[in-house]
């Protein structure tokens, strides 16, 4: 004789499953903060900014491979629909994503010992084998990003990915600054190939780090699609969805306007401006992360109120007075080149939360890991071909100089330029035309931004008066 289940225990029942799974979704989203807060977050800033610019021009890099360099950095893309691909007909993003960050993440130790495998009268074949370096780790990286992206999509449940976004960008951002400050501090006080050696290796190791912590993440979210697409339709699909080509419009014209300066921002600090790779580092990196690490949470949840678009506006608008700063700036410019700074992680934080939540809200979860290969592929041949540009520009320029109103004008002020006039273009054509019809207006967030502060300072004062 079959009883009737009891009541109280069906509910308790389901109140343990409920918080069984709570508590897994904590410890999984505990895996991502320490895997990038960290390891991934000490493993990008060793190799961006003045380290890896100053190596490349040790090794006796011009303008125009330092634009091939930037180029080979993101072209790795075209990897990006065969990994869509067997993510899709396999479901096994975790391997994927695991196979091809233990393979990247080493290639950093090759990076900083070509001078000791190639001797110096080969300089042409140095290049050649940092190129081919770049390229390879760019193909892998590219690789792991379908499987990474379509993988946590299904970890961090939605009512929270864009504050857990931000926060978690905040975190990262600490160990990034205290690495970027101890590596400018160390590459001022020696620059030998052993120094750059031992910067590139102690990235390396970090990198595997942060691939080792993701490990840890179980495969439960491995879901293998019902039907798993073909190859062409992973490449062409999401072309048909007028919606989401838009913002494939709008990835391939940031990429152009956000990429044509390369590392050339870099170079003219350290090069035209002589300030040193510590306070290169500084400019470029350090303070642009505190700043986005300060703002991260912050633009979390305006967007979560006003929606993206408004959001990439107003970030535009402040987008384009950067390369206008960095190109009035002089040496002793300092309250110009922190503003720049300053400005440059305020387009860094919201860039990195709303890009990336849009990116999640537009693409289908069937189709995830496809939509994210279109954007990625776009993206980098774009932003390929952007860095060339520039440092076509800058080669073509090169020791042309002139003095207008004080301010000394060389070569890398053309790329500067180029840089402002896209963005330009990307504010007025493009960011408009995303597809959000929820998104709230441009002034209401400009308004409430406003506001903000002044609501702050009231509350403030209301708490000190019951004290």
């Not at 072209?75 to 196979?99: D, H, M, N």
């Not at 809200?361 to 189709?367: E, I, L, R, S, V």
């Not at 207006?441 to 004290?467: C, F, M, N, W």
């Amino acid at each position: 004789m079959r009883h009737a289940p009891n009541r109280r225990s069906v509910f308790a029942y389901r109140e343990v499953r409920r918080r069984r799974r709570h508590s897994e979704v904590r410890h999984d989203l505990t895996i991502l903060f320490l895997a990038w807060g960290l390891c991934g977050a000490s493993w990008w800033a060793a190799v961006q900014g003045a380290p890896y610019t100053a190596y490349a021009v040790r090794l006796g890099a011009n303008p125009l491979m330092l634009g091939l360099l930037s180029a080979a950095a993101v072209l790795g893309v075209v990897a990006q629909p065969l990994s869509s691909y067997w993510v899709e007909r396999t479901g096994r993003r975790k391997l994927i994503f695991l196979v091809a960050g233990f393979i990247q993440r080493p290639l950093w130790v090759l990076v900083g010992a070509l001078p000791f495998l190639i001797p110096s009268a080969h300089e042409r074949w140095r290049l050649m084998a940092l190129l081919g370096l770049a390229l390879l780790s760019s193909t892998l990286g590219s690789a792991m990003t379908p499987a990474w992206i379509s993988w946590i999509a299904y970890v961090i449940p939605q009512r929270v990915r864009a504050r857990f976004l931000g926060t978690r960008f905040r975190l990262g951002t600490v160990t990034g600054i205290i690495v970027a400050l101890v590596v400018g501090w160390v590459l001022d006080r020696s620059s030998s190939y052993l120094a750059f050696f031992a910067i590139f290796g102690f990235a390396a190791l970090m990198g595997i780090g942060d691939v080792l912590f993701i490990s840890f993440v179980p495969r439960r979210y491995e879901i293998r699609a019902s039907e798993p697409p073909s190859l062409i339709s992973i490449i062409f699909s999401p072309w048909r969805d007028a919606s989401f080509r838009r913002y494939l419009f709008y990835a391939a014209s940031s990429a152009a306007s956000y990429g044509i300066i390369g590392q050339f921002a870099t170079l003219y600090l350290l090069e035209n401006l002589a300030l040193g790779k510590f306070f290169t580092n500084l400019y470029m990196l350090v303070i642009p992360l505190v700043i986005a690490a300060l703002l991260g949470p912050a633009f979390g949840r305006q967007i979560a109120y006003f929606g993206n678009r408004p959001v990439l506006m107003l970030t535009t608008m402040l987008a384009i007075l950067v390369p206008v700063m960095w190109g009035l700036a002089g040496p002793t410019s300092y309250v110009l080149l922190t503003a720049a700074s300053v400005v440059a992680g305020v387009v860094t934080a919201a860039l990195t939360v709303a890009e990336l939540n849009m990116l999640f809200t537009m693409t289908p979860a069937d189709k995830r890991s496809a939509h994210v290969a279109a954007v990625a592929v776009v993206s980098g041949l774009v932003g390929a071909v952007a860095p060339v540009l520039g440092g076509a520009i800058a080669q073509w320029l090169t020791g042309w100089e002139r003095v207008v109103w004080g301010v000394r004008l060389v070569n890398l002020h053309g790329v500067f330029l180029a840089a402002t006039l896209l963005r330009v273009i990307h504010l007025a054509v493009f960011v408009p035309r995303l597809p959000e019809p929820k998104a709230r207006s441009t002034a209401a967030l400009v308004t409430d931004l406003l506001r903000e502060p002044g609501g702050i300072a009231a509350a403030t004062v209301q708490r000190l008066r019951r004290r």
